[in-house]
Protein backbone atom coordinates (compact mmCIF):
# COMPACT_ATOMS: atom_id res chain seq x y z
CA UNK A 1 0.00 0.00 0.00
CA UNK A 2 1.22 3.65 -1.54
CA UNK A 3 1.67 5.98 1.43
CA UNK A 4 2.79 9.26 1.03
CA UNK A 5 2.83 11.66 4.78
CA UNK A 6 4.07 15.17 4.52
CA UNK A 7 4.68 17.31 7.62
CA UNK A 8 6.27 20.74 8.20
CA UNK A 9 3.76 23.15 7.46
CA UNK A 10 2.74 25.57 9.41
CA UNK A 11 2.28 29.56 9.72
CA UNK A 12 5.58 31.81 8.96
CA UNK A 13 6.05 35.04 8.35
CA UNK A 14 6.62 36.88 4.80
CA UNK A 15 10.50 36.58 4.21
CA UNK A 16 10.53 33.39 6.62
CA UNK A 17 11.45 29.83 5.89
CA UNK A 18 9.98 26.47 6.26
CA UNK A 19 11.01 22.86 5.65
CA UNK A 20 8.36 20.43 4.32
CA UNK A 21 8.75 16.39 4.21
CA UNK A 22 7.31 14.19 2.92
CA UNK A 23 7.78 10.36 3.88
CA UNK A 24 7.23 7.59 1.43
CA UNK A 25 6.49 3.56 2.09
CA UNK A 26 4.87 1.35 -0.05
CA UNK A 27 7.06 1.50 -3.08
CA UNK A 28 10.98 1.02 -3.94
CA UNK A 29 11.55 5.26 -3.69
CA UNK A 30 14.62 5.05 -5.07
CA UNK A 31 13.14 3.93 -8.83
CA UNK A 32 10.99 7.16 -8.67
CA UNK A 33 10.40 10.67 -9.38
CA UNK A 34 8.78 12.93 -6.91
CA UNK A 35 7.16 15.74 -7.06
CA UNK A 36 5.65 18.90 -4.77
CA UNK A 37 2.42 20.53 -5.36
CA UNK A 38 0.06 23.03 -3.99
CA UNK A 39 -3.12 24.47 -3.85
CA UNK A 40 -4.19 27.57 -3.21
CA UNK A 41 -7.70 29.04 -1.69
CA UNK A 42 -10.05 29.17 -5.36
CA UNK A 43 -6.88 27.94 -6.97
CA UNK A 44 -6.04 25.07 -9.26
CA UNK A 45 -3.24 22.55 -8.15
CA UNK A 46 0.01 24.00 -9.56
CA UNK A 47 3.51 21.75 -9.89
CA UNK A 48 6.06 23.41 -7.72
CA UNK A 49 9.19 21.36 -8.42
CA UNK A 50 10.48 17.95 -9.54
CA UNK A 51 13.42 15.51 -8.57
CA UNK A 52 14.73 12.56 -10.40
CA UNK A 53 15.02 9.07 -8.79
CA UNK A 54 18.23 9.37 -7.66
CA UNK A 55 18.04 13.68 -7.47
CA UNK A 56 20.59 14.29 -10.06
CA UNK A 57 17.84 16.63 -12.00
CA UNK A 58 15.09 19.10 -10.53
CA UNK A 59 12.83 21.37 -11.90
CA UNK A 60 10.82 24.39 -10.54
CA UNK A 61 7.85 26.43 -11.53
CA UNK A 62 9.07 29.93 -12.47
CA UNK A 63 6.61 31.05 -9.40
CA UNK A 64 9.70 29.41 -6.48
CA UNK A 65 12.77 29.26 -8.54
CA UNK A 66 16.27 30.48 -6.12
CA UNK A 67 13.56 30.27 -3.47
CA UNK A 68 12.68 26.89 -3.29
CA UNK A 69 15.05 23.79 -3.29
CA UNK A 70 13.80 20.25 -3.29
CA UNK A 71 16.16 17.38 -2.53
CA UNK A 72 15.37 13.82 -1.41
CA UNK A 73 17.36 11.21 1.11
CA UNK A 74 16.32 7.46 -0.55
CA UNK A 75 18.02 6.31 2.84
CA UNK A 76 14.71 7.13 4.38
CA UNK A 77 12.60 7.01 1.59
CA UNK A 78 11.79 11.06 2.14
CA UNK A 79 11.73 14.03 -0.25
CA UNK A 80 12.16 17.28 1.06
CA UNK A 81 11.19 20.90 0.06
CA UNK A 82 13.11 23.91 1.46
CA UNK A 83 11.26 27.13 1.18
CA UNK A 84 12.80 30.29 1.50
CA UNK A 85 12.06 33.68 1.15
CA UNK A 86 8.34 32.84 1.90
CA UNK A 87 5.43 35.18 0.80
CA UNK A 88 1.82 35.78 1.32
CA UNK A 89 1.09 34.18 -2.50
CA UNK A 90 3.15 30.86 -1.41
CA UNK A 91 0.04 30.34 1.38
CA UNK A 92 -1.38 26.93 0.08
CA UNK A 93 -1.86 23.05 0.90
CA UNK A 94 1.77 21.46 -0.55
CA UNK A 95 1.37 17.44 -1.02
CA UNK A 96 3.75 15.29 -2.61
CA UNK A 97 3.00 13.05 -5.45
CA UNK A 98 4.79 10.25 -7.07
CA UNK A 99 3.63 8.97 -10.42
CA UNK A 100 3.41 5.41 -12.44
CA UNK A 101 3.69 3.09 -9.44
CA UNK A 102 1.68 0.04 -10.62
CA UNK A 103 0.39 2.60 -13.10
CA UNK A 104 -0.73 5.02 -10.75
CA UNK A 105 -0.36 8.02 -9.68
CA UNK A 106 -0.72 8.64 -5.48
CA UNK A 107 -1.09 12.02 -3.31
CA UNK A 108 -0.47 12.54 0.45
CA UNK A 109 -2.76 14.60 2.29
CA UNK A 110 -0.76 17.80 2.70
CA UNK A 111 0.22 20.22 4.75
CA UNK A 112 -0.77 23.45 4.93
CA UNK A 113 1.63 26.48 4.86
CA UNK A 114 0.37 30.05 5.75
CA UNK A 115 2.57 33.07 5.18
CA UNK A 116 1.03 35.96 6.96
CA UNK A 117 2.31 38.79 9.14
Known amino acids: QVQLVESGGGLVQPGGSLRLSCVAS????????MRWYRQAPGKERELVAH????????NYADSVKNRFTISRDNAKNTVYLQMNSLKPEDTAVYSC??????????WGKGTLVTVSS
Open 97 to 106: NVQGVWGMDY
Open 26 to 33: GFTFNRYA
Open 51 to 58: ITSFGGST
